[in-house]
């Protein structure tokens, strides 16, 4: 890896860590489209780009996870009872992407499908609409299944399931700083499920490569992960301070850009 590389990691680590942090989504919508230009750069086989930059996107969401939800935590945010209730859908979907989809998908689906879901994301940013005040979070069994859902998509897109957890959370009535919080606690079980998986799919197809564990890339994982468990905290008190509405607005719009740089790369996987 060369210097001007490990330079745009080490960013690209610190604005994803503050990203999860503030907004409670793990930085994968970030991360994977920037780490698919990154491997594009370095000449990695096109064959194996999205998959790698989807899986290291997701292991590295190992460590953010934990750096932001501490700063969280200290601020009596997160939401424990509704993390514990999702936390085993979230292994079993996450372990039923990354172990056993993943690996067959072609590299054009797995680039539409990140595009669409990063644009409904960016559009959930977007949306103002007010639920129910009846509704309220479902039982224990009701949220596991929820994780599996959310556990399984974000697998498959390299994201820590904020994108879809926040939105599920606050349509149930759970105040929106309490939902990132809880959201960014989540981050764990997603990742540590889809990475395991990721690891043993990845062994026969992309185990020859220099530098892969099955398909995360490792050196580009510890270059991220250098610079955004230390940012993720910075995110995380910023939460509780800036006005997160307009911040999302402005994610919205960023998501939207990186949603059709992803569908142009699927384009040119399928042409």
């Not at 780009?49 to 969401?61: G, K, N, R, Y």
Request: net charge positive; aromatic share 12%; glycine share 12%.
């Amino acid at each position: 890896m060369d210097i001007p590389m490990l330079i745009c990691l080490l960013l690209l680590g610190a604005g994803a860590g503050f990203a999860a942090g503030l907004l409670g989504i793990g930085g994968g919508m970030v991360l994977v489209p920037f780490l698919t230009m990154i491997f594009g750069w370095q000449g990695m086989d096109e064959d194996l780009i999205v998959h790698a930059a989807i899986a290291t996107s997701m292991t590295s969401i190992l460590f953010t996870s934990i750096s932001s939800v501490r700063a969280h935590h200290a601020a009596g945010a997160v939401i424990w009872r509704i993390a514990f209730a999702m936390a085993p859908g979230l292994i079993v979907g996450g372990l039923l992407a990354g172990g056993a989809v993943f690996a067959a998908l072609h590299t054009g689906w797995l680039s539409a499908f990140f595009a669409v879901f990063v644009l409904y994301s960016g559009y959930s940013m977007l949306r103002n609409t007010k639920p129910k005040p009846s509704r309220q979070m479902p039982g224990v069994v009701g949220t596991s299944t929820a994780g599996v859902g959310i556990g399984f998509i974000s697998g498959l897109v390299g994201a820590g399931g904020g994108f879809l957890s926040v939105p599920f959370m606050i349509w149930c009535n759970v105040p929106l700083r309490n939902a990132v919080a809880t959201s960014a606690a989540l981050g764990f079980p997603i990742a540590l499920a889809n990475s395991t998986g990721y690891v043993v799919s990845g062994l026969r197809e992309a185990g020859h490569t220099p530098g892969m564990l099955g398909y995360i890339y490792w050196p580009a994982l510890l270059a991220l992960v250098c610079t955004s468990v230390f940012t993720a905290p910075l995110g995380a008190r910023a939460a509780h301070t800036l006005p997160v509405a307009t911040v999302k607005r402005i994610f919205a719009y960023l998501l939207f850009a990186l949603a059709i740089f992803m569908a142009y790369k699927a384009w040119r996987a399928f042409s």
